[in-house]
């Protein structure tokens, strides 16, 4: 389906974007990327990248371009002559950075309304929308040690009580699903969301949590923080799954259906740092739980039976391999000195 295809993604130099990118280039596409920069950077596209007469970034078939996309004008340049569009793009971070920037988070429903309308103005093929596990009611998830696996149906906007998205952020993703299921009804256009839980890997930053914890562990900080209790539990998945499931949806989902990329087990964040000490092998001779900082819900998993049905997806890589990925990435690309200095603000903003 990919060979020659003329994609846009937003967002594509960002973490997800740019394996998305990396993955869309393997199976053949033509591949437009639109990033304003404010999280993503152009060393994620680790390409022999030359600037061009028109101000873009181009190396064989890709095309990189910086630029807002809440400005008309450009998304609608962002559209000509492209076949089916990853919307990625968003204001996000981690916990952290969603529990102290509301009114950003907000920002995001502008941009994905304006990324549909364009699309749907330049008569593009198929849209996928990068969702998010937020859209799901928080009162699902305050069960410490839970076993309940969120299903997509527990995010419905138009059923009495299901819609209850985890803050604004959370609120901004559920409006844009309804948006593009608003499209596929009304105009027949092919939509998807994919409802991403919890990614992490190379080129992650430090708002997240298995970041967080791998950049503690690169710095040797002692005592070392956790925040919450350390008890809330997470189904921390492996980039390239997510990005596998997200071609999958573009192919095989036409009307907006969401659908769940995440996995149906899950670790603790006492358990995911003990799985980084052992990796790194090194541990600190004491461990402080912060109980101040954000900590999110209690217990968070997705369930499969969507995904596995009509995507034939399920996750690849356990956590000992993606935690291994992910720690052998921030070695290489960081400099102590720099951590240290930066930490505590990299924890808290994009």
Not at 58 to 73: A, C, D, F, I, P
Not at 100 to 120: G, K, R, S
Not at 213 to 220: D, G, M, S
Not at 233 to 256: H, S
């Amino acid at each position: 389906m990919w060979k020659n295809k003329m994609v846009l993604v937003t967002g594509g130099a960002s973490f997800i974007g740019s394996h998305l990118v990396d993955t869309l280039l393997e199976r053949g596409a033509i591949v437009r990327v639109a990033d304003d920069f404010s999280s993503g950077k152009l060393s994620n596209l680790e390409y022999k990248l030359k600037r061009d007469s028109a101000g873009a970034w181009v190396s064989n078939n890709l095309t990189v371009w910086q630029g807002n996309l809440k400005e008309r004008s450009f998304t609608r340049r962002m559209m000509e002559d492209i076949d089916v569009v990853f919307h990625l793009a968003a204001l996000h971070g981690g916990r952290g950075y969603i529990d102290t920037h509301p009114a950003q988070c907000c920002t995001n429903m502008i941009l994905d309304q304006l990324v549909f309308e364009e699309a749907f103005k330049a008569e593009i093929d198929r849209v996928c929308f990068a969702s998010s596990a937020c859209v799901y009611p928080s009162y699902l998830q305050e069960e410490t040690g839970s076993s309940y696996l969120l299903k997509e149906e527990d995010a419905d906007p138009f059923v009495r009580d299901k819609a209850f998205a985890d803050l604004e952020y959370g609120w901004a993703k559920l409006m844009g699903e309804m948006a593009l299921k608003a499209y596929h009804r009304q105009y027949g256009m092919k939509t998807s969301s994919v409802r991403i839980f919890t990614a992490y890997g190379p080129r992650e930053n430090e708002t997240h949590a298995i970041i967080a914890l791998i950049a503690k562990a690169f710095v040797k900080m002692d005592p070392f923080v956790i925040w919450g209790t350390g008890e809330q539990d997470r189904n921390f998945t492996y980039v390239q799954d997510i990005v596998d499931a997200m071609i999958l949806a573009a192919e095989k989902i036409e009307d907006g259906t969401p659908v769940n990329a995440g996995r149906d087990d899950r670790i603790t964040i006492n358990q995911a740092a003990e799985l980084v000490f052992d990796i790194v092998g090194w541990k600190p001779k004491d461990i402080k739980h912060d109980l101040s900082k954000p900590q999110g819900v209690a217990s968070r998993a997705a369930d499969l039976t969507r995904a596995r049905r009509i995507l034939g997806w399920e996750p690849k890589f356990s956590y000992k391999e993606g935690f291994e990925k992910a720690v052998e990435w921030y070695f290489a690309n960081k400099s102590i000195e720099e951590v240290k200095i930066n930490l505590e603000k990299l924890l808290m903003e994009r």
